[in-house]
């Protein structure tokens, strides 16, 4: 008889009116998957079945990373074109520099960011390479808690780069990030040639990538994760749920979990970064609540047939809400600290107690790539019909 992955008494510590609810909006809302919590918890249970070493988990992962590609429509991928980048308005920080930057993912449509870089100079291989995604808060990539994150990195010895999700920002709005429906396949595209862009500096050290962001930016995390291997660790926060595939075009809205070939959520996409090094940060307050007993012995199972269960971490936090805050900030720290070499001794004192005092905000302004100076290159396309034969036309 195969063990549950998960406490027997688990449905019955979900209240009665509570999954009513529950299955009343995942009935009625059919754009983006929201099931019962049970619901979910019980998909993970099937999805354990159909593996039971190494070699069955690998072709399901195979499986399923194929899927999310065609589903997507990222098949075959699009060429790898000259990124053509620009590096502008350094600005010298406590222990950091601050860069603006655009650079196209496809010719004429843009990806747009901030590069956060350590002030000691380094030589070949000398710093790790981070990627911050956003989610979808207002502010985007010049929020306050986005910056804090990577200035925070690159001092402890990364080059970071922030870049704003497809159509969000004063920056990049080629296409409608809402009503577009292929923002997944140009935000995934745009994560993988963030990449490409930090492996263009010779300091970076391939060996030691990192990717985090919260909610739609940990689903770009896990996303990438699955994607592509050049990403040796990566820290989804608040958002690998069982039963929530996320509200946005740019998470659900194509068909990648629920497929001819198989079914999936984002619990097991995420646990696809096995045997890579994995933090899940959850809360209490949003739909990563169960992760302790839930989404985290999923991922557990699938360490430990990849020969790494001590490579796959969780960090719960029951009385926090949604959200990138110091408490979700702190873990994923100490965890790149440990899995990319960085020093934490650039933030914290003699008793590794972390401190954030260094940091002073930037206006939006100041970190908006297109300005008076740098303007929005001409042929650059717009609206979804443009951005959308640009990239069929990479594709051929």
Same mark, same amino acid.
């Given at each position: 008889?195969?063990?549950?992955?998960?406490?027997?008494?688990?449905?019955?510590?979900?209240?009665?009116?509570?999954?009513?609810?529950?299955?009343?909006?995942? +009935?009625?809302?059919?754009? !983006?998957? =929201?099931?019962?919590?049970?619901?979910?918890? +019980?998909?993970?249970?099937?999805?354990?079945?159909?593996?039971?070493?190494?070699?069955?988990?690998?072709?399901?992962? =195979?499986?399923? $990373?194929?899927?999310?590609?065609?589903?997507?429509?990222?098949?075959?991928?699009? +060429?790898?074109?000259?990124?053509?980048?620009?590096?502008?308005?350094?600005?010298?920080?406590?222990?950091?520099?601050?860069?603006?930057?655009?650079?196209?993912?496809?010719?004429?449509?843009?990806?747009?960011?901030?590069?956060?870089?350590?002030?000691?100079?380094?030589?070949?291989?000398?710093?790790?390479?981070?990627?911050?995604?956003?989610?979808?808060?207002?502010?985007?990539?010049?929020?306050?808690?986005?910056?804090? +994150?990577?200035?925070?990195?690159?001092?402890?010895?990364?080059?970071?780069? *922030?870049?704003?999700?497809?159509?969000?920002?004063?920056?990049? $709005?080629?296409?409608?990030? $809402?009503?577009?429906?292929?923002?997944?396949?140009?935000?995934?595209?745009?994560?993988?040639?963030?990449?490409?862009?930090?492996?263009?500096?010779?300091?970076?050290?391939? $060996?030691?990538?990192?990717?985090?962001?919260?909610?739609?930016?940990?689903?770009?995390?896990?996303?990438?994760?699955?994607?592509?291997?050049?990403?040796?660790?990566?820290?989804?926060?608040?958002?690998?749920?069982?039963?929530?595939?996320?509200?946005?075009?740019?998470?659900?809205?194509?068909?990648?979990?629920?497929?001819?070939?198989?079914?999936?959520?984002?619990?097991?996409?995420?646990?696809?970064?096995?045997?890579?090094?994995?933090?899940?940060?959850?809360?209490?307050?949003?739909?990563?609540?169960?992760?302790?007993?839930?989404? !985290?012995?999923?991922?557990?199972?699938?360490?430990?047939?990849?020969?790494?269960?001590?490579?796959?971490?969780?960090?719960?936090?029951?009385?926090?809400?949604?959200?990138?805050?110091?408490?979700?900030?702190?873990?994923?720290?100490?965890? !790149?600290?440990?899995?990319?070499?960085?020093?934490?001794?650039?933030?914290?004192?003699?008793?590794?107690?972390?401190?954030?005092?260094? !940091?002073?905000?930037?206006?939006?302004?100041?970190?908006?790539?297109?300005?008076?100076?740098?303007?929005?290159?001409?042929?650059?396309?717009?609206? *979804?019909?443009?951005?959308?034969?640009?990239?069929?036309? *990479?594709?051929?």
């Amino acid at each position: 008889m195969r063990r549950s992955l998960f406490p027997q008494n688990f449905f019955a510590l979900i209240p009665l009116c509570g999954l009513a609810l529950l299955i009343l909006s995942s +009935r009625t809302s059919s754009a !983006f998957p =929201k099931i019962p919590e049970e619901e979910g918890a +019980r998909n993970l249970e099937e999805y354990a079945k159909t593996y039971s070493n190494r070699e069955e988990w690998q072709a399901r992962a =195979k499986k399923i $990373r194929a899927g999310i590609l065609e589903g997507s429509g990222l098949n075959p991928l699009p +060429r790898r074109t000259p990124l053509e980048s620009v590096i502008h308005s350094r600005k010298e920080m406590d222990g950091y520099s601050v860069e603006n930057v655009y650079f196209e993912s496809l010719p004429g449509f843009f990806v747009t960011g901030n590069l956060y870089r350590p002030l000691r100079k380094g030589s070949l291989n000398s710093f790790a390479g981070v990627l911050c995604p956003h989610g979808h808060s207002k502010e985007g990539r010049t929020a306050e808690y986005t910056q804090v +994150r990577c200035a925070a990195l690159a001092r402890m010895g990364s080059i970071v780069f *922030a870049y704003d999700m497809v159509g969000w920002n004063q920056d990049n $709005r080629q296409t409608d990030h $809402r009503k577009d429906k292929n923002v997944f396949a140009f935000q995934t595209w745009n994560s993988m040639r963030a990449l490409d862009f930090l492996l263009s500096f010779r300091e970076v050290d391939p $060996r030691r990538i990192g990717v985090t962001g919260e909610s739609g930016g940990g689903t770009q995390t896990f996303m990438l994760t699955a994607l592509d291997d050049r990403v040796r660790v990566a820290a989804p926060v608040v958002m690998a749920s069982a039963h929530f595939y996320g509200g946005c075009n740019c998470e659900s809205g194509v068909p990648i979990h629920n497929r001819k070939e198989y079914q999936t959520n984002n619990a097991e996409i995420a646990a696809m970064a096995a045997p890579r090094p994995l933090l899940l940060v959850s809360v209490g307050g949003d739909w990563t609540k169960n992760t302790p007993k839930v989404e !985290f012995p999923y991922a557990q199972r699938v360490y430990s047939i990849m020969g790494a269960p001590g490579n796959v971490q969780n960090h719960h936090l029951p009385e926090d809400k949604h959200g990138y805050e110091f408490s979700k900030r702190q873990p994923v720290y100490r965890f !790149f600290a440990q899995h990319l070499k960085l020093r934490l001794s650039r933030i914290s004192d003699d008793e590794e107690k972390i401190s954030e005092d260094f !940091f002073k905000p930037l206006k939006a302004e100041e970190l908006f790539a297109f300005n008076d100076s740098y303007p929005r290159p001409n042929h650059a396309v717009q609206g *979804a019909e443009a951005c959308l034969a640009a990239l069929r036309k *990479a594709q051929k």
